[in-house]
């Protein structure tokens, strides 16, 4: 099974972006779904998550901003952002923790690149 990331792009300060995330195959006994962030010379970053009762954690620089959302029927975990800043700038993954039939893996995303001009 493999996360397919689609939304990201080049948008300037202030516009908004939203990302998905979804596996190419099914996934079970999904707990947690998330977004990560990478940006340049900086380490991965929790952005949001997301657990199947439908509590959200959101990273402080981001909360108000940004909205982390998933659809159930169909595995998918959306990011809404907005209000972006430069500093947002970074490559995000996408990570579900999930069961493909072989045992319950955490899963990621190859990334898509979101890129903020000032």
């Known amino acids: 099974v493999q996360l397919v990331e689609s939304g990201g792009g080049l948008v300037q300060a202030g516009g908004s972006l939203r990302l998905s995330c979804a596996p190419s195959?099914?996934?079970?006994?999904?707990?947690?779904m998330g977004w990560y962030r990478q940006a340049p010379g900086k380490q991965r970053e929790l952005v949001a998550s997301?657990?199947?009762?439908?509590?959200?954690n959101y990273q402080d620089s981001v909360k108000g901003r940004f909205t982390i959302s998933r659809d159930n029927a169909k595995d998918v975990v959306y990011l809404q952002m907005n209000s972006l800043k430069p500093e947002d700038t970074a490559v995000y993954y996408c990570?579900?923790?999930?069961?493909?039939?072989?045992?319950?893996?955490?899963?990621w995303g190859t990334g898509t690149l979101v890129t903020v001009s000032s």
């Open positions: 990570n579900i923790n999930g069961n493909a039939g072989i045992g319950v893996m955490n899963y």
């Open positions: 195959g099914k996934l079970f006994s999904i707990s947690v």
């Open positions: 997301i657990v199947s009762g439908g509590s959200t």
